[in-house]
């Protein structure tokens, strides 16, 4: 049987992790697209290059072609400008808007039939225009936030505690920034809920606040320490765990930007919330119950995302 395809629109610090994730867990073939030319395919070559040392079979090119990516199973997107000095939020979002409007139209002449997962900033705004630009299914475009954000937490809780990070689940939901919602209810060691451990004296109420908080603060973190660019090998991870599910039936439930069609009291909308992604891609939508606080958070997280649609909508009215 052929090897699944996989295309990668934006071959930046992202593109090239994913590529190389990619070729390393042998989930299939590899096309790096991204409009500076060249730099696709020296990375392309330079990964395939350490297929040999490695010990891993993929076919890995770059093209600044969207013809490149025909009959592509998933597509990654991570294709955008980030921010750099002196850029608001909003200039930010009126760039990467027509990215995606480029990327959508990409996808939808070449790869109607693929996974599309949206990694771009700011992300719950640029996964929904880019399902509409594409005009693909609902269930088959899908937001990379909440495997990151749960990660980021999943590891705090992990080192707080000096357990294996693979004992520790957690569950980030909501939109992908400050408003970010993470669950103590659904966070578990070995299945010991947050409060739970609280009250065995593992922790403390105040110190659960200041580790959701930092997770919250999590992309800034690495910013403040980078300088230059923003987080890439965890991002990559998290998205490529979203691929491997759908490439080989995992049926994992994972945190994610889906579209809501009612459940969470939200429609047609990209918010953060617990799915399962299977062959079919989105297979399922999970409405766990949120206490009153975490709610209210959602609500004010649905409510920012809102902001973030109607900005996209005053610069393209037909979105
Ligand atoms: O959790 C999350 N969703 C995120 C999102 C976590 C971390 C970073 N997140 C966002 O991902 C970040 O704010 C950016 O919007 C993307 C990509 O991050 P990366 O670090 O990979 O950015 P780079 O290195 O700048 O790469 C972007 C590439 C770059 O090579 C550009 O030349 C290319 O995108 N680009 C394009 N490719 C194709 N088509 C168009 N139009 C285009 N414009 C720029």
């Given amino acids: 049987m052929a090897r ?3 295309a990668l629109i934006g071959a930046g610090q992202i593109g090239g992790t994913l590529a190389h994730l990619i070729g390393l867990k042998e989930l299939g073939d590899v096309v790096l697209f991204d409009v500076v030319e060249g730099v696709p395919d020296g990375k392309a070559l330079d990964l395939a290059e350490s297929s040999p040392v490695s010990g891993f079979d993929a076919k890995l090119v770059g093209t600044s072609a969207y013809a490149g990516i025909k009959g592509a199973d998933v597509c990654i997107v991570t ?3 980030p921010r750099k000095p002196g850029m608001s939020r909003d200039d930010l979002l009126e760039i990467n808007l027509k990215v995606m409007e480029q990327v959508g139209a990409g996808i939808k002449k070449y790869a109607p039939k693929a996974f599309v997962i949206c990694i771009t900033n700011p992300l719950d705004a640029m996964v929904w225009a880019l399902q509409k630009f594409s005009g693909m299914p609902r269930d088959m475009v899908v937001g990379m936030a909440g495997v990151l954000d749960s990660a980021r937490l999943r590891h705090f809780i992990a080192s707080e505690f000096d357990v294996s990070v693979e004992d520790v689940s957690a569950f980030v939901l909501g939109g992908h920034g400050d408003t970010m919602v993470p669950l103590a209810q659904y966070t578990t060691v070995a299945g010991i809920p947050l409060p739970d451990l609280v009250k065995m004296g593992w ?3 105040k110190r659960v606040d200041e580790i959701f908080q930092r997770t919250r603060d999590g992309g800034a973190e690495i910013v403040n320490l ?3 660019g923003s987080a890439f090998y965890a991002p990559a991870a998290s998205a490529v765990a979203m691929a491997e ?6 049926k994992r439930v994972l945190p994610c930007a889906a579209c809501l069609k009612g459940e969470y009291g939200v429609k047609d909308r990209y918010i953060g919330v617990p799915v399962v992604i299977g062959a079919k891609g989105i297979e399922r939508i999970i409405e766990v119950n949120l206490a009153k606080p975490e709610r209210q958070m959602f609500e004010k997280s649905v409510a920012a995302v809102d902001g973030l649609i109607e ?9």
């Avoid at 900005?311 to 979105?319: E, S």
Wanted: net charge positive.
């Fill in 203 to 205: 922790t403390t109420k």
């Fill in 79 to 81: 294709a955008g400008v």
């Fill in 226 to 228: 980078l300088k230059t």
């Fill in 311 to 319: 900005a996209c909508q005053r610069i393209v009215p037909a979105l």
């Fill in 4 to 6: 699944p395809k996989i």
């Fill in 245 to 250: 599910s759908y490439l080989k039936d995992k």
